[in-house]
């Protein structure tokens, strides 16, 4: 049932039964050939999603929005190379590459301006929007789901009106944090199939994120000599950090990678230095503690809002989801063992696919409570202590039963502004 693209595949033959099986598994019938489970999948839920086969329509943003998009993508100062790459390595006027961000728009392209003029009769236009809501099964919505290379042949996706195209992906990870930031995409006509480009699409992804951590490299290995100076003229432990809080140096201290956000003037807690100012230097921030180093003793109260609160000299408070919360209650009994992405998975969701949501929900709290917070494997950072405060007829959050996964329709609860000591990290 199963089958393999080769060189000496008969393309046109092998198409032909991908649409005899699509059309035989959406109506329950006996299909000649199965395509991977992946795809049938996709099939099924863009099936039960109402979405018509027939209709090929992806919506398209402007391009005020599209530019807007482009000056703020991580892969903005790579996406020149990536483009005299495909440029180098293909001669193939029939194949055109797309670069899209990790939601599934299409932010740049190239190719032959043949293959091009075929693609804009497919909307594969630089703006449109090829996740699976928009556009069903294709090799772009395949790796927004899981982030892995593959390719969609022919009727292998589900829009009759790409049944002549093949498409083969492979995911862009943020080297520092393993998050999904864009996906390389090859296509062109079906019968024009070439065997190596899901190899040429992973190793474009590849290098761009070999780019990305040179680049990362670089811009921390300048602050540092930048900032050596002022980190110099500093008494007692100090971290130089970049914008977003990856550490470049650091003196007296056993640095974290990266901290929560600076923002100038205000205070934030970093294991083993306690809580801390930030001050601007060169393009990045010097964080200096700013009362006695003491271990971090933080407090989940769970009697409203979730809400973490960090006791010391200036007490540290912000608010947080409820799946935020149940995570750090999870993380605080997992101990100094820790987490993995699976292992929360299974707590989270009842099983280990969901791997994605995991990585992307770790970011964002990462970002809110900064350093409390370890990776490899997830865990609460060495000095930090959690306790929680909760009613006793606590129930909408289930802290009782820290295993039991957290609802999805519960709502978000609403973030307090800036200003005073009550405060968001950035």
């Known amino acids: 049932m199963g089958y393999s693209i080769l060189p000496s595949t008969d393309l046109a033959g092998l198409a032909g039964d991908i649409a005899n099986s699509q059309a035989a ?36 943003i402007g391009i005020t929005e599209l530019d807007r998009r482009r000056a703020v993508h991580p892969l903005t100062p790579i996406i020149g190379s990536l483009q005299r790459l495909f440029e180098d390595s293909v001669d193939d006027a029939q194949m055109m590459m797309g ?25 594969f236009v630089e703006g449109s929007q090829w996740d699976e809501p928009s556009t069903a099964t294709t090799a772009i919505s395949l790796v927004i789901e899981k982030p892995r290379p593959l390719r969609v042949f022919g009727a292998e996706h589900y829009s009759r009106p790409l049944h ?17 930031l864009g996906i390389v995409d090859l296509s ?37 000599s930048g900032a050596a100076p002022q980190l110099a003229a500093i008494r007692g432990p100090a971290l130089v950090v970049d914008e977003a809080g990856w550490v470049a140096d650091s003196r007296g201290v056993t640095a974290p990678r990266r901290v929560a956000t600076p923002a100038e003037g205000d205070h934030q807690f970093v294991p083993g230095m306690g809580m801390c ?11 200096r503690p700013v009362g006695p180093v003491n271990p971090v003793r933080a407090e989940l109260d769970l009697r409203g809002e979730p ?66 917070v370890a990776s490899r494997p997830y865990r609460l950072a060495p000095g930090v202590s959690l306790t929680m ?38």
């Open 25 to 60: 598994i959406l109506t329950g019938g006996t299909p000649v050939v199965r395509p991977p489970e992946p795809i049938v999948a996709s099939w099924k839920r863009a099936q039960e999603a109402g979405l018509a086969a027939e209709r090929h329509a992806p919506p398209v």
């Open 99 to 123: 670069i899209f961000d990790a939601e599934g728009l299409l932010l740049w392209r190239g190719g032959s301006r043949r293959v091009l003029s075929l693609g804009e009769s497919l909307t």
């Open 164 to 180: 002549d195209w093949y498409c083969a992906a492979a995911p862009i990870h943020d080297p520092r944090t393993g998050d999904l």
């Open 188 to 224: 062109g006509p079906a019968l024009s199939w070439q065997p190596s480009a899901t190899m040429l699409a992973n190793t474009i992804a590849t290098i761009g994120e070999h780019e990305l951590s040179r680049l990362h490299l670089g811009r921390l290995a300048d602050l540092r």
């Open 277 to 287: 100012i930030s001050e601007p230097v060169g393009e990045g921030w010097l964080i």
């Open 307 to 372: 809400t973490l609160v960090v006791g010391g000299d200036e007490e540290w408070r912000t608010v947080l989801t409820r799946r935020h919360a149940q995570i750090l209650l999870l993380l605080s009994r997992s101990g100094e063992s820790g987490l993995t992405a699976a292992a929360l998975s299974h707590h989270l969701f009842g099983d280990g696919e969901h791997l994605v949501t995991v990585r992307a929900e770790m970011s964002r709290l990462r970002r809110a409570v900064g350093a409390l």
């Open 389 to 426: 405060a909760a009613d006793s007829d606590e129930s909408s959050l289930e802290v009782t039963d820290a295993l039991t996964p957290v609802r999805d329709d519960l709502p978000e609860p609403p973030r307090r502004p800036r200003g005073g000591r009550h405060q968001r990290p950035a």
